[in-house]
């Protein structure tokens, strides 16, 4: 049974860091494409970033250059390093596994249950 468990949110000021980390187990971490995503009340899911197999990554253009994306194949665990966090930023944070390259489509198989990121002074 395919299982993400996302950890590491919570609350944040502006400016502040977080990483983000996401357990995975029930398949081949290192074969399989990953991302993170994020839903903020009232808002359609988005793709923030995304990893290949391959170790290629994209990035949406609200973070780039803020969000890293990472992932620890030994440990089965992929991250998300956020510096330089801002308001706009508080969402439920998502990491989510397939077998197919979607980047950044919220059209991923498997999702986690997600950690809550609020950034605010």
């Known amino acids: 049974e395919v299982q993400l468990v996302e950890s590491g949110g919570g609350l944040v000021q502006p400016g502040g860091s977080l990483r983000l980390s996401c357990a995975a187990s029930?398949?081949?971490?290192?074969?399989?494409?990953m991302g993170w995503f994020r839903q903020a009340p009232g808002k359609e899911r988005e793709g923030v970033a995304s990893i290949d197999s391959d170790g290629s990554t994209n990035y949406a253009d609200s973070v780039k250059g803020r969000f890293t994306i990472s992932q620890d194949n030994a440990k089965n665990t992929l991250y998300l390093q956020m510096n330089s966090l801002k308001p706009e930023d508080t969402a439920m944070y998502y990491c989510?596994?397939?077998?197919?390259?979607?980047?950044?489509?919220?059209?991923?198989?498997?999702w986690g249950q997600g950690t809550q990121v609020t950034v605010s002074s």
């Open positions: 029930g398949f081949t971490f290192s074969s399989y494409y």
């Open positions: 989510a596994a397939d077998r197919i390259s979607w980047y950044l489509l919220p059209t991923y198989r498997y």
